[in-house]
Structures are given as structure tokens and as C-alpha cells.
């Protein structure tokens, strides 16, 4: 209940009263950035005699909401969801964006970002026996912007995202203690609008 | 610009073939058992009193008059003086090839030694003398969830000893993943329905019992009431008439059915722990227990204790218990002979436990150890008061305040006048040769 709540207040509530503080505050304008993608990556399982490789790829969605410091450089705070084969996390957050070129009138433009935060397993449904907790996030990254500056636009962004996660697991025969930790390393490519 | 454009696409491409792999790794600690034949010489002349040792594996604990009594897996017993629970003293060591539970009334303690029961003067911590012998009495049983059985035809033991061995596998972070044939590999089993022996003895309960009875602990197999010493193995429970305590007299035998773990007496009642459920004993007669009633569940191991009007069974899975359950059920008994289940908690691998109204500790095996107010049967989840978890607990005695408990680490102390922070006061540590890593 209380993720459910924090998430509400950083989808909804923040960006509305950060929305009404541009108003009032035009120093530091409103940012805003969603995203919408996919996770790439592999996984490499078994011992040396039996290795299995196998391709993942999961739906990630993504918002950031924050302020502009410079016409270069923004920050706020993100939450997102993160569909992973086997744990569903929300990853809640601090990100930047920086803007490499000049803002000009020009349409196309690219950036550098910067999440980190931390994976809550607040939505994640397991199997019985299975508990999954969050982790770590990490997500650096870069992206390209198409539209004009000052107004609204198209993003591409490609970034690293490492997510770490712990799973309680069952105990079977002859087992005392059974866990797994998990290192999501991916390649991430988000498509999105940023005002 | 157009440079730092076009870069992107190859700088993503090399990171995604270089980075971009999931990292899954699974730690798990099991148990391996090798066969062991022993004749009835080796053990029958095994016994003796020697000088204090370390712990090593440490099994079920019990308690009397401020000495303390730690059972050494399959080796034989510590003898510890805890008058002062802040700095306890080893005094002496019994060795008893084939222990695993204890019980103790007046100055006699007895002992099973595999298949016979001992009875033991222990009038001098430091001088511990066998006493008497009731020879042949236990068909079988189990250590650490590996059985133990006579070998009728050449006559001696055969048992099977149990090492610890943790390893680490990679998992596709998915599912699931079958044995790596590395972890069965050069084991040889027996039927293994048991399940860790590490926990304390009993006969804590009531009724007409003495005050010079010992305390144990959930899941022992030994209890004391009236003039007779309760004790069960997996299918029976065998009574042994101790009106003269030094001269253990064979009694009634019970057959249970299947899968019998753990004793607790309570007042007039006796709360068996199985595999499939809780049975409840009215021992009015104590010479011959009557089964009232059983409150049944999935299979899997099941010690119990018990305050007022409420069970407290914990159910575990990961071993011979088998199951996918690990869970605390508290159970109305106000009608003994209909209990019905007040409400499940979900547990990580629930062991011993202990009440002292309304402190409840649970023992989470190699997760810790956990401290609850049960005054509330309802939301007994809500009211947890402290989580120990760099800790293997297995059971506990609470005791005045002051709360007795052992596992795979050593046996810990600690005072529970603050159940919100357990105080830790003293600490006997293991020195295992093959500790788990």
C-alpha cells in the first residue's frame, strides 16, 4: 500500500504541483520524460558440462519528472516498471538529462542520462514458496531528441541497465538454505516524449 | 554532431554483446550422508565422562536447576553450569555414541544411545556415572534426517553420517534448476524422513510433573510426566516407568502411525508433532496416553507448543519433511477434541519454538531468529518485534526471561526483559571442522 502510494505521488501528484510551480517559479521550468521499451539481454545457465544460453527480453516503461536547472541539464525523480522474466520490479529513482548540443532550432539533438535508484518488488507476484525483494538500479545511458527546443518531443534512448534483485526460494530435499541473487544486466531501448 | 550520432548504434552493439548478460546465482547449503556400520560393542563401551570439549554439532538443549545440557550430535552430552547465564562454564562432557535426546528427573538423566536408553547419576557434574541400562528398546531412528536401524542380520548399527556442503550454481534467473549432478553425486541414501535433530529435548510441562523435572524445548522426543519418561520415535511412543528414577522400568508402547516427530507435554495433555498433523493425547491415565483428537495438515514437520486455549505448530519444508510449507499455524484447542486453525503466517523455514506468554520465538533455522507478541491471534505477522538474522537458530527455551537457544552457530543466551531487543549475553560458540561456508 505504501508503494502504491509513493508511486501515485511521483506519477501524479509531483508532476502536477512541480507542473503548478513552473508557474510560479519559472526559474527552474517543469521537465518531463516518459518511456516506453524493451530490455535486452542473455542469461547463461548450468556448469561447464550443461551451459544454457538464452535470450530475454522484457517490457520496461519509465517516467521522469523534475525540473530544468539549465537549458542544458535536468533532473527528478523516476519510477518505472520493469517486467522481467521472473520478478516484476518498480524501480523508483533520481535521473539527469543533459543535453550535448547547443539548443538551437535546429530538430535534432542528442543527450546523456543518468538514473539510479532502487527496484522495490512491490507488484511481484511469485510462486508459492518464492519471495523476490528489489535491488539496486542502475541506468546510464544516451539518447537522441527530435523536436525543437522548448517544446515537446520524440526520444530514443539506448542505456545500460543493471538491476539487482534477491529470491527466496523453496527448500527442497536435504536443503537448509537455498537463495539467488540476481544481476539484470541489459541493454535498454526506450522510445518516449520529454517536455 | 552527426560523429556522436552515428556512434551510438556501434557503442550499444559492443556493450550488448560484452555487458549485456544476466548474472544469476544460486547459493544453497544441503546435506550429504555417507554410510556408517557400527557394532554394539563400539557402542554399548562407548559410554564414559571425560573433560569438557568444544561444540561441535550441536543437537537439542535441556535444562535443570541452572545446568545446562547440550546434546553433541550422535557423540554424547555437554555438561554446562549456567548459574551465571552471563559467562556459563563448561564442567564435563558425557559421551554417548548414538544421542540425541535427554531428559531429566530428580539427579538422573536419561540418554537414548541408538537402539538402548541409559540412565545416568548425575549427582556430580563432574563425575557422571551410568546407572542403568534398558537394552533394545529403539527399533530405529534419525539424526540430522538420516535413519538409523539395527542390521538384523549381522547385528550391529547402521547409520549414516551428515556433512554439510554448500556450492553455488548459475540459474537462467527464471526458474527452477534440477540438480547439477554435482550435489547428489557420490551419496548414498537411506529413506530419510527426519528432519534436523538440531534442537533441544523435552518435558516441560505439567500436570503432576515434579519440580525436579528439566525444561527442553519444541522438538524434542523425550518428555517427563508423572511417574513416567514419554518418549517417541517415528512411529511409536514408548513409556518407561520411572517411579524409581534410577531404575527405568520398560512401559506400555503406543503405535502412533507414521511420521511422529516431537513431544511437548502440557498440564494433563500430550501435543505430538507428525508429519501429517497434530495429535493431541489426554494423559489423565498416565500410564496409557488416549489419543483425543488430530488436527491434520500438508506433510511436513510440525513441532508444537502450547498456552492456554492455543497450539503453536510451525511447519517447515526443505527436508525429509518434504512439502512446499513453511508456515506458523495457531490453533484454537479450546476444544480438545475439535482444534480448529485460528490463522496461517507465512514462515522462511520455521524450526523450534517457544512461548512465554505473550513472547513467542520462532527459530527460522539459517534464517535467524524471530520475536513476536502473540496477544493477538489475528495479526501475529503484525506484531513482529525483532528479526535476528546473522544467526542459525534451531530451538530455544524461554526461561524467566532469559532465552536459551541453539543452532548450527552455538548456543546463545539471551535476555528478553526487552522482547523488542533481544539482549545477547553470552555465546558458546561451534568449532565445526566442516562448517558451512
Known amino acids: 500500500m505504501k508503494g502504491v502510494k509513493l508511486l501515485l505521488y511521483l506519477c501524479v501528484l509531483w508532476p502536477l504541483s512541480a507542473s503548478q510551480a513552473q508557474s510560479v517559479a519559472s526559474k527552474w521550468p517543469f521537465f518531463h520524460h516518459s518511456e516506453v521499451g524493451g530490455l535486452f539481454g542473455r542469461v547463461v545457465s548450468g556448469n561447464n558440462l550443461n551451459e544454457v544460453v538464452e535470450n530475454r527480453t522484457n517490457l520496461s516503461v519509465q517516467t521522469l519528472n523534475g525540473v530544468r536547472l539549465s537549458k542544458r541539464v535536468a533532473v527528478g525523480g523516476l519510477v518505472g516498471l520493469d517486467w522481467y522474466t521472473g520478478a516484476l520490479l518498480t524501480p523508483v529513482g533520481v535521473g539527469a538529462r543533459y543535453q550535448f548540443t547547443r539548443p538551437s532550432d535546429q530538430n535534432l539533438s542528442a543527450f546523456v542520462s543518468a538514473d539510479a535508484g532502487y527496484g522495490f518488488s512491490w507488484f511481484d507476484k511469485s510462486s508459492t514458496g518464492y519471495i523476490v525483494r528489489g535491488g539496486l538500479m542502475l541506468n546510464p545511458g544516451v539518447g537522441i531528441r527530435l523536436g525543437k527546443p522548448g517544446r515537446g518531443g520524440f526520444t530514443v534512448t539506448f542505456s545500460y541497465k543493471r538491476q539487482e534483485a534477491q529470491v527466496e526460494k523453496p527448500l527442497r530435499w536435504g536443503e537448509i538454505k537455498r537463495d539467488e541473487t540476481r544481476i539484470y544486466n541489459r541493454l535498454s531501448i526506450r522510445v518516449g516524449v520529454s517536455l | ?437
Open chain 2, 1 to 437: 554532431m552527426k560523429r556522436i550520432l552515428y556512434s551510438i548504434p556501434v557503442l550499444f552493439l559492443a556493450l550488448f554483446g560484452v555487458a549485456c548478460t544476466d548474472k544469476c546465482t544460486e547459493t544453497r547449503t544441503f546435506r550429504r550422508f555417507t554410510p556408517v556400520t557400527l557394532t554394539l560393542a563400539q557402542v554399548r563401551q562407548g559410554i564414559g565422562s571425560e573433560a569438557p570439549r568444544t561444540l561441535q554439532k550441536p543437537g537439542k538443549i535441556y535444562t535443570k536447576d541452572g545446568f545446562l545440557f547440550i546434546n553433541e550430535l550422535k557423540e554424547g552430552i555437554h555438561v554446562i553450569d549456567n548459574r551465571n547465564p552471563n559467562a556459563p562454564q563448561m564442567v564435563s562432557f558425557i559421551r554417548i555414541p548414538g544421542n540425541g535426546d535427554m531428559a531429566v528427573r530428580n539427579n538422573i538423566l536419561y540418554a537414548d544411545s541408538y537402539m538402548d536408553l541409559v540412565a545416568f547419576d548425575i549427582s556430580d557434574a563432574t563425575n557422571i556415572r551410568p546407572v542403568n541400562r534398558v537394552n533394545n528398546i529403539f527399533p530405529n531412528g534419525q539424526f540430522e534426517g538420516g535413519y538409523w536401524y539395527i542390521n538384523q542380520a549381522t547385528g550391529d548399527v547402521q547409520d549414516q553420517r551428515v556433512d554439510y556442503v554448500t556450492e553455488r550454481i548459475q540459474t537462467n534467473c527464471q526458474d527452477n534448476v534440477g540438480p547439477t549432478g554435482g550435489w547428489w553425486g557420490g551419496v548414498v541414501f537411506f529413506d530419510t524422513r527426519g528432519l534436523m535433530n538440531a534442537a533441544p529435548s523435552t518435558s516441560g510441562g505439567g500436570g503432576q510433573q515434579q519440580s525436579t523435572n528439566g525444561t527442553a524445548g519444541s522438538m524434542a522426543r523425550f518428555a517427563l510426566y508423572n511417574n513416567y519418561l514419554y518418549t517417541v520415535n517415528s512411529t511409536e511412543m514408548q513409556l518407561f516407568d520411572i517411579r524409581n528414577p534410577a531404575d527405568p522400568k520398560v512401559g506400555n508402547k503406543i503405535q502412533m502411525g507414521w511420521g511422529i516427530e516431537t513431544i511437548f507435554p502440557y498440564k494433563d495433555k500430550l501435543f505430538i508433532g507428525s508429519q501429517t498433523g497434530m495429535f493431541i493425547y489426554d494423559n489423565k491415565n498416565p500410564e496409557k496416553p488416549e489419543r483425543l483428537s488430530v488436527f491434520q495438515h500438508a506433510r511436513v514437520c510440525d513441532p508444537v507448543v502450547v498456552h492456554e486455549d492455543k497450539a503453536y505448530v510451525t511447519l517447515r519444508s526443505g527436508n525429509t519433511c518434504q512439502g512446499f510449507t513453511n508456515q506458523l499455524d495457531v490453533v484454537d484447542i479450546s476444544n480438545l477434541l475439535s482444534p480448529k486453525l485460528i490463522k496461517s503466517y507465512p514462515m522462511r523455514n520455521p524450526h523450534g519454538l517457544g512461548i512465554d506468554f505473550p513472547n513467542l520465538f520462532i527459530c527460522e533455522g539459517a534464517y535467524g531468529l524471530k520475536s513476536f507478541d502473540a496477544r493477538d491471534a489475528l495479526n501475529i505477522d503484525k506484531n513482529l518485534r525483532e528479526h535476528i538474522k546473522d544467526i542459525d537458530a534451531y530451538d530455544v527455551i524461554p526461561l524467566d526471561k532469559s532465552l536459551l537457544m541453539i543452532g548450527r552457530d552455538g548456543f546463545y543466551q539471551y535476555d528478553y526483559s526487552n522482547p523488542k531487543q533481544l539482549r545477547l549475553m553470552s555465546k558458546i560458540p561451534v568449532k565445526r571442522p566442516n562448517a558451512i561456508s
